[in-house]
Nanobody, 116 residues
Framework: QVQLEESGGGLVQAGGSLSLSCTASGNIFKINNMAWYRQAPGAQRELVAEVFTSGGSTNYADSVKGRFTISRDNAMNTVYLQMNSLKPSDTAVYYC?????????WGQGTQVTVSS
């Protein structure tokens, strides 16, 4: 069993920045992947960024590449998402995701709203 606690969502103006964090607790396996997804109303949930166990391998959606940075602290079981140059199209509920060989888990979601 894994629990994910997210924080950092909020309302910002276009061009601004936000930092999200997600901490995993429970039965954490040493080898795991963590990621951020987002979902806007009426849209499918999409992968924003993911990072693998070592922290050295990452993947970003084309729409956020160059603006967002994902990182992790394995000692703290925490994944971060630094979001810069935010656009109104980034408005969505952002979900933390954890995956290990036993299964996967989702955070409850945190709202990010970017105004024009």
């Amino acid at each position: 069993q894994v629990q994910l606690e997210e924080s950092g969502g909020g309302l910002v103006q276009a061009g601004g920045s936000l930092s999200l964090s997600c901490t995993a607790s429970g039965n954490i396996f040493k080898i795991n992947n963590m990621a951020w997804y987002r979902q806007a109303p009426g849209a499918q949930r999409e992968l924003v960024a993911e990072v693998f166990t070592s922290g050295g391998s990452t993947n970003y959606a084309d729409s956020v590449k160059g603006r967002f940075t994902i990182s992790r602290d394995n000692a703290m079981n925490t994944v971060y998402l630094q979001m810069n140059s935010l656009k109104p199209s980034d408005t969505a509920v952002y979900y933390c995701h954890y995956l290990d060989y036993t299964g996967d888990y989702w955070g409850q979601g945190t709202q990010v709203t970017v105004s024009s």
